[in-house]
């Protein structure tokens, strides 16, 4: 079953999950299959990243945020990630994808993925920045303005240190991406 099949799959029980509330966290079951694995036998890492994109969607259905984004002409899209892996998830083996929006600031949202594995441990962290672009008014949407037009009143925790090590990192890699060489 690749990505479309594990796409279909998350789609198909999303309203079984219930509605996603800040704070709450999108857990998703997986194995590893043969299509997963590189060379040592284990989960490869572009798998993280795609199984880290299913987390996010599936957020994103069960918050509201998919249909208001068709309606107001808006793009969730991708800013950067960084992962870290601490133990391998080897061939069969069941894991989850844990998910959460961790806190925003101004147009940009902080995510996590954690892959768990059954034993509890985790296997690697995936932390994500994105933001909701506005076709129509050409800027990316202030998300306190996105989470109040899916009907909510929170407001984000400051960043961890961490969060913000990321974030600095994030704005200096974008700004090397940008230089002409």
Known sequence: MYVWGRMLR??????????YRMGDESRLTFRCLPSDIDSNMHLNNARYMMLADIGRIDIFIRAGLI???RKRRWAPMM???QSVYVREIRLWRKFDVVSTVETWE??????RHRFELESGETAALVMTTAGVYDF????????DEMVRELGHEIKPRPPSEEERIFMDSHAGLRKLAKVKS
């Open 136 to 143: 129509s008014a050409r800027r990316f949407v202030p998300i």
């Open 10 to 19: 998350m789609g198909l029980t999303a309203k079984s999950r219930g509605p």
């Open 79 to 81: 800013g950067g990630l």
């Open 106 to 111: 101004d147009t940009q949202v902080i995510g």
């Open 67 to 69: 249909g208001l984004a």
